[in-house]
């Protein structure tokens, strides 16, 4: 594992140019890598698609889904038993079902958290990285790493982050665009 240094950039050009800049100040053409960081939930690390299982914000739904269909079934029977001159012995039955499915669905979209609201598991305030163009860069000591930094705000890179992993071959193999990223400077877009 080496220790890397990735920012952001907006534009094509930039990405030609930071990665010629870097291997002017002598960093290793095969330890640079540049890719594209694609929107959260869009990374397809599962096979049906996608990357997580649970959305962050979707993990108590199940309880609210289960409170919203027994609450509104029991509402819908009893109001079916008032019904019954009307829907017949059915009613109730009737009743019990369509309060059950509209009940889980109120339930359940009121248990939804969002971004940064507290939930279990925390997952939907943990900062998640940007869309886009990612340079990275292996470094093997502290210089190296100040001068790729300074290397990257020149060029202009947004969030610019320190991480671990192998980059082979301009590669960088174990990349999860899951993990939250250690930003060493964060700057908004522009």
């Not at 990735?6 to 534009?11: R, Y």
């Not at 886009?132 to 790729?148: L, P, R, S, T």
């Not at 982050?161 to 930003?183: A, M, N, Q, R, Y």
Request: proline share 5%; net charge negative; charged share 20%.
């Amino acid at each position: 594992m080496s220790h890397i240094i990735a920012g952001f950039v907006q534009q094509q050009d930039q990405v030609a140019k930071l990665m010629l800049a870097l291997q002017s100040a002598k960093f290793d053409e095969k330890h640079i890598s540049a890719f594209y960081v694609n929107p959260p939930g869009q990374h397809d690390i599962l096979p049906q698609g996608g990357d997580r299982f649970d959305s962050p914000g979707t993990k108590e739904v199940l309880t609210g889904v289960a409170i919203g269909a027994s609450g509104g079934s029991l509402l819908g029977a009893v109001l079916g038993v008032v019904a019954i001159p009307i829907g017949g012995p059915f009613a109730p039955v009737l009743g019990a079902a369509a309060g059950a499915h509209i009940g889980s669905l109120i339930g359940g979209v009121s248990e939804m958290k969002d971004k940064g609201q507290l939930e279990v598991g925390g997952e939907n305030v943990l900062r998640q990285r940007k869309t886009g163009m990612m340079v990275a860069v292996c470094v093997k000591d502290m210089n190296e790493e100040v001068e790729a930094i300074k290397i990257f705000i020149s060029f202009g890179a947004l969030d610019i982050e320190t991480s671990v992993g192998k980059i082979v071959d301009g590669d960088w193999s174990d990349f999860d665009p899951l993990t939250t990223p250690h930003l060493v400077i964060q700057k908004p877009l522009q």
